[in-house]
T-cell receptor, first 113, second 113 residues
């Protein structure tokens, strides 16, 4: 069974600085998708960024980028120029075709003014 | 486009009772998945419905059931509630295609007393 691990239960970053959240996963599949979701206090899960495993190029969405290392099964999220609104729980998620999401335990990110 | 709507937002029930939660997906989305989120177990997949048929089911007891209507709206039911069923229940919808991200609702917070 696939598993997703986030080894940092909590992280903090100074406003305007850069922070990296770690995620590793375990799978025997070669084709799959990886996601980072953000869950603010409003509880709604919001997609931050997605990566298709067959793409070698790392995904980027404005201030958010990933470092996808397929061989190492690692998928870290870098947030640049951190803003107060980035404070939330961040979940790394894995999904393969025909299957549903497997989520990591989450990392609580605090942004310090 | 309206997002995923879950009702009610909050529920308090007594042990032994049953409860029904509702989810209206984004217009045009035919896949609806349900997840249970607790501090101890994190986000766990309950089941997925597509075109009124259950497509996948997670590892939950038979007290947890669901259905999907012809307009893609979905309901989940939990019978004989236990204290451990207290959780945030999240619904996610997806377009017909499988290889896309899911869009989540704000969840229903169920408290069993």
């Amino acid at each position: 069974a696939q598993t997703v691990t986030q080894s940092q239960p909590e992280m903090s970053v100074q406003e305007a600085e850069t922070v990296t959240l770690s995620c590793t996963y375990d799978t025997s599949e070669s084709d799959y998708y990886l996601f980072w979701y953000k869950q603010p206090p409003s509880r709604q899960m919001i997609l931050v960024i997605r990566q298709e495993a067959y793409k070698q190029q790392n995904a980027t969405e404005n201030r958010f980028s990933v470092n996808f290392q397929k061989a190492a099964k690692s998928f870290s999220l870098k947030i640049s120029d951190s803003q107060l609104g980035d404070a939330a729980m961040y979940f790394c998620a894995y999904r393969s075709d025909g299957q549903n999401f497997v989520f990591g335990p989450g990392t609580r990110l605090s942004v310090l003014p | 486009k309206a997002g995923v709507t879950q009702t009610p937002r909050y529920l308090i029930k007594t042990r032994g009772q049953q409860v029904t939660l509702s989810c209206s997906p984004i217009s045009g989305h035919r896949s609806v998945s349900w997840y249970q989120q607790t501090p101890g177990q994190g986000l766990q997949f309950l089941f997925e419905y597509f075109s009124e048929t259950q497509r996948n089911k997670g590892n939950f007891p038979g007290r947890f059931s669901g259905r999907q209507f012809s307009n893609s709206r979905s309901e989940m039911n939990v019978s004989t509630l236990e204290l451990g069923d207290s959780a945030l229940y999240l619904c996610a919808s997806r377009p017909q295609s499988l290889n896309t991200e899911a869009f989540f609702g704000q969840g229903t917070r169920l408290t069993v007393v």
